[in-house]
């Protein structure tokens, strides 16, 4: 019976941990969103709702942080893109889309982007000699 209570108090006590730690993660999460630094206040709410992943409080700033997040990336990701920085912009809705990615219209912007940039790749690689020698046959060609 010893062994029994002894199994017993070292469970409490690691759910009591447990809840401290949890409660420790979802103050900081609180600290973060009111920083506005929603990549840390998500990171923050994960740890709180593993801790403690019946706490309805915890799923919730968990979402709402997920927005905010979301939202803020796809504000930078706009802000790249006007001043021309399309492979940061790029990185930002995809950034975005992890913390939502029901978002449609963040994917579809990030896929347009994505095929952009893949075409000015595209469009900047030297052709092959073989492509540059049957266009050039083409036009010496007499029709």
């Keep these: 019976m010893p062994h029994v209570r002894l199994g017993l108090l070292l469970t409490g006590a ?17 600290q973060a969103t ?4 929603f990549d840390e206040a998500v990171e923050y709410y994960r740890q709180a709702l593993q801790g403690a992943p019946d706490r309805p409080e915890y799923k919730i700033a968990l979402e ?3 927005q905010a997040a979301a939202a803020f990336h796809v504000t930078r990701g706009r802000a790249l893109e006007a001043e021309n920085r399309p492979d940061e912009a790029l990185r930002e809705y995809r950034k975005a889309m992890e913390y939502d ?15 952009a940039l893949r075409d000015k790749i595209e469009a900047s690689r ?5 492509e540059v020698l ?3 046959a083409r036009r010496n060609t007499p029709e």
């Design 64 to 66: 709402r942080a997920m």
């Design 34 to 37: 009111a920083a506005q630094q």
């Design 134 to 136: 049957t266009e050039q």
């Design 126 to 130: 030297p052709r092959p000699a073989i």
């Design 101 to 115: 990615p029901s978002n449609r219209s963040i994917a579809v912007r990030s896929g347009e982007l994505d095929r």
């Design 14 to 30: 690691v759910v009591l941990l447990a809840g401290c730690v949890a409660g420790r993660s979802f103050r900081r999460g609180e």
